[in-house]
């Protein structure tokens, strides 16, 4: 069956194709390379994201995404520093760089990015957090609760003083979670709030993005990658080939044969090697709901959500009975 799609919209990709948007040797012509190949999934626009990293290496990634001028870099999202410390919330980022929110701190970095910031991730109980949230909110960046081990009443004020996305939900907590209350229960019920997932299979289980799915509605749904530099076939190293290591920044990861991404000898996942384009086909075969209902789930809703448009059109085939969706050609 061949469609039209409105142009994919990624929220959340730490790097694609053998490039670490993270890493230190990041260059105009390896961003360049990242984004075309993003095109080959269906992503026509999205938010190149920087994890909890020192300053510095913050600020020379995002001069150099915000130099390349390409249509399809929306803005930048800004995951940490101001996120738990606890490990299991505090997944892949390095303990030792993250921060309290402060305004300062985060103008600092503003300023690196050239006002490109569009997308800040944070935990609601760091230090700071809700008076940067309303300053977030004046200057016109979106809010996600993300890497947290918050109370309910810490989210709930969170929420209360704008914050309007959760990232990732259902990972970036704490392993081991009691029965009620807890971040995702409460996440989940709160209306304000759109919830963003990883829908590769290894991030949540079927029946977990499923549940995600019905109670917030897929009009409150947003599917994102999380993808990291393992993500779309990439052509490896001889080292990298043999040993399936890549990185986020200075975070080394390993690529399983399944596909998961995760830090070596941990079960904490690193990111993903997810794209988009497959993350539609894996939330139709997981939720039971058309390709219709899905696929505003990863262009307009997450476009809309941070006050944005879809653009371009993809052409795709989709298989109903394989749940292969094959991008064919992207016009933007």
Known sequence: MRLTLPGFFDLQVNGFGGVDFNGSDLTHDRVAEALERMRATGVTRCLPTLITSPFARFAS??????S???????????????????????????????????????????????GRIVLVTLAPEVPGALALIEH????????????????????????????????????????MLPRHPNVIWE??????????????????????????????????????TDAMAAAGHLERSAKAL????????????ELGDDGRVSLPGTPYLAGSSLTLDQAIANTVRDTGLPIDTVIPMASTIPA???GMSAVGTVTADWDPATYDLSVRSIAT
């Open 242 to 253: 043999a040993d399936r290591l890549f990185t986020i920044g200075d975070v080394v990861c």
């Open 304 to 306: 809309g959500s941070i």
């Open 61 to 66: 990634n995002a001069r150099v995404l915000t």
């Open 136 to 175: 977030l909110l004046s200057t016109g960046v979106r809010v996600a609760i993300g890497h947290t081990a918050a109370t309910p009443q810490q989210l709930r004020d969170a929420i209360a003083a704008g914050a309007t996305l959760a990232t990732h939900l259902g990972n970036g907590c704490p392993q």
């Open 68 to 114: 390349v001028r390409d249509a399809a870099i929306a803005g930048l999202h800004m995951e940490g520093p101001y996120l738990s410390p606890a490990d299991g919330a505090r997944g892949a980022h390095p303990g030792e760089h993250l921060a309290p929110a402060t305004i300062d701190d985060f103008k600092r970095r503003q300023d690196a990015a050239r």
């Open 187 to 224: 996440l989940l019920a709160a209306d304000e709030v759109l919830a963003s997932v990883i829908a590769d299979g290894h991030h949540l289980p079927s029946s977990t993005l499923k549940s995600i799915v019905r109670a917030k509605g897929p009009g409150r749904t947003i599917l994102v």
